[in-house]
């Protein structure tokens, strides 16, 4: 199976910018479709964005389209969050996720191995 970890996680004011990284090892991530989720204290995991096992199939939610950008290197097997313009209400655990039932890529059952998170916190 495929094992993943999220870096790139800190604190940053508001309006400012942070890249997320998710190193996977085991298998190589062009076998499965990826997302990234978030989960706030006291609120459910949502979802963030994906790009299934292709590459040609990319979604954002509603809250970070136009702000985040998902992408992938397969040299390096490593998945990508690229997030701009930050507010505080994007404060959060964010999650990498891979999964190959090759199903929604919006839901989180369609995950099967997930990272252990890292924090992001925006300022204000």
């Known amino acids: 199976q495929v094992q993943l970890v999220e870096s790139g996680g800190g604190l940053v004011q508001a309006g400012g910018s942070l890249r997320l990284s998710c190193a996977a090892s085991?298998?190589?991530?062009?076998?499965?479709?990826l997302g990234w989720f978030r989960q706030a204290p006291g609120k459910e995991r949502e979802f963030v964005a994906a790009?299934?096992?292709?590459?040609?199939?990319?979604d954002y939610a509603d809250s970070v389209k136009g702000r985040f950008t998902i992408s992938r290197d397969i040299a390096k097997n490593t998945v990508f969050l690229e997030m701009y313009s930050l507010n505080p209400e994007d404060t959060a655990v964010y999650y990498c996720?891979?999964?190959?039932?090759?199903?929604?890529?919006?839901?989180?059952?369609?995950?099967?191995?997930w990272g252990q998170g890292t924090q992001v916190t925006v300022s204000s």
């Open positions: 996720a891979a999964g190959n039932s090759f199903s929604v890529l919006q839901k989180i059952d369609t995950y099967n191995h």
């Open positions: 790009i299934n096992w292709s590459g040609y199939n990319i």
């Open positions: 085991g298998r190589s991530i062009s076998g499965y479709d």
